[in-house]
Antibody, heavy 118, light 107 residues
């Protein structure tokens, strides 16, 4: 069974940093691109970042470019999102999701909440 | 960047009826479109990919169509468990973007 489990969220002050993790199981993690997607409270979905299976290709949304860094450790089956210079508008539920080869995100974690507030 | 315009924002329909949700892309996305269902308090689930391919395990009541810039999600024979918010998403190029969502209510 495919499972994605996020962790590392919490309450953080504006301008500070936080690192999210997503541990994958039930599939060969190193064969799949992975994404972070977020959802602000009561709002829609916003794609944040993508990393290819071997980390060769990385893309970011403009809203986080230069502040967030996506990475992965295929030996540990773990995806990361390093978030710096956090702003109140980064407050959201952050999901990791597997990239289906034919397109779309076929498996999602349950999400981890990040709240940026003083 | 490609913008996705989804309509309607809200939809109310009766059990057993059919509904359609539309998504318009700001440029040709060549069928690289997915549809998701998000039930309250849950993560989204993939319904359709490549505009019309049904994801494994998804009931055949769900179908997708379209090409170029215009796409449709159809749900036939509405069931109580279809209460959810539905999103389209393109993956023609980065950055990936979602539609604003359609909240479906059962009358």
């Amino acid at each position: 069974e495919v499972q994605l489990v996020e962790s590392g969220g919490g309450l953080v002050q504006p301008g500070r940093s936080l690192k999210l993790s997503c541990v994958a199981s039930g599939f060969t993690f190193s064969n799949y691109g992975m994404n972070w997607i977020r959802q602000a409270p009561g709002k829609g979905l916003e794609w944040v970042a993508y990393i290819s299976s071997g980390s060769s290709y990385i893309y970011y949304a403009e809203t986080v470019k230069g502040r967030f860094t996506i990475s992965r450790d295929n030996a540990k089956n773990t995806l990361y999102l390093q978030m710096t210079s956090l702003r109140s508008e980064d407050t959201a539920l952050y999901y990791c999701a597997r990239h289906l080869g034919a397109g779309g995100f076929d498996y999602w974690g349950q999400g981890v909440m990040v709240t940026v507030s003083s | 960047d490609i913008q996705m315009t989804q309509s309607p924002s809200f939809l109310s329909a009766s059990l057993g009826n059919s509904i359609t949700i539309t998504c318009h892309a700001s440029q040709n996305i060549k069928g690289w479109l997915a549809w998701y269902q998000q039930k309250s308090g849950n993560a989204p689930e993939l319904l359709i990919y490549k505009a019309s391919s049904l994801q494994s395990g998804v009931p055949s009541r769900f179908s997708g169509s379209g090409s170029g810039t215009d796409y449709i999600l159809t749900i036939s024979n509405l069931q109580p468990e279809d209460i959810a918010t539905y999103y389209c998403q393109h993956y023609q190029s980065f950055p990936l973007t979602f539609g604003s969502g359609t909240k479906l209510e059962i009358k």
